[in-house]
């Protein structure tokens, strides 16, 4: 989509960013959670931006050798454009450049969301097992997806994707 913008994430993205949260999902994460994550020097966090408006972002934490993608969210006006994959191969770009170790990129997603599920299939995510009743409002199953970066070898990162 034209005028689209991936940058990094800043405190000053925050207010934006809360209204994603409180327009999109029912249990939001707190903007302290974002604080925190701000300040993680193992967190990348980025934001899609139109037109200076905050329309999606992603949220992926490392911890040792393992990368969790903790948030990944478009305005549901802007779905179905391309943003959330721009957003989720912009945070993997930069993990391979600064984490060329990492052995495995993991997620839940609520067992219902066909989109999300679809979207990470597509950058080459499996399902790996389920969580019983890991989310609440309402109460669900987590799939939990993975993606091998065959023992810390990072050329591997993204080949299925398209
Ligand atoms: C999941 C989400 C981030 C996808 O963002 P998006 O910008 O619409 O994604 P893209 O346009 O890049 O879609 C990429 C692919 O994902 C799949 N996909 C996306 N939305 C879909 C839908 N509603 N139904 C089926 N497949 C879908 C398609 O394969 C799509 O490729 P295509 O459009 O060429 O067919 C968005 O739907 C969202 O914000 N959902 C609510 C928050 C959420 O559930 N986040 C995931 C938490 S783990």
Redesign the pocket.
């Known amino acids: 989509m034209e005028g689209i913008v991936i940058r990094e994430m800043l405190y000053k993205d925050l207010p934006g960013v809360d209204r994603i949260e409180k327009t999109?999902?029912t249990t939001p994460w707190d903007i302290r959670s974002f604080e925190y994550e701000l300040g993680c020097k193992d967190t990348i966090l980025k934001v899609a931006v139109l037109n200076n408006q905050i329309i999606?972002y992603v949220c992926v934490r490392t911890i040792l050798d393992i990368t969790h993608?903790l948030?990944?969210?478009?305005?549901?006006d802007?779905?179905?454009?391309?943003?959330?994959?721009?957003?989720?191969r912009d945070a993997l770009n930069e993990l391979k450049r600064l984490k060329p170790d990492i052995n495995l990129i993991t997620?839940?997603?609520?067992e219902s969301?066909?989109?999300?599920i679809?979207?990470?299939?597509?950058f080459g995510f499996k399902v790996m097992g389920k969580r019983i009743s890991y989310y609440d409002k309402p109460y669900e199953n987590a799939i939990i997806m993975g993606l091998s970066t065959a023992h810390g070898n990072v050329k591997s990162f993204m080949k299925n994707e398209g």
């Open positions: 999109c999902f999606g993608i948030n990944l969210v478009v305005l549901p802007f779905r179905r454009k391309g943003i959330g994959s721009m957003l989720l997620l839940e997603v609520r969301n066909t989109a999300a679809k979207l990470y299939e597509k």
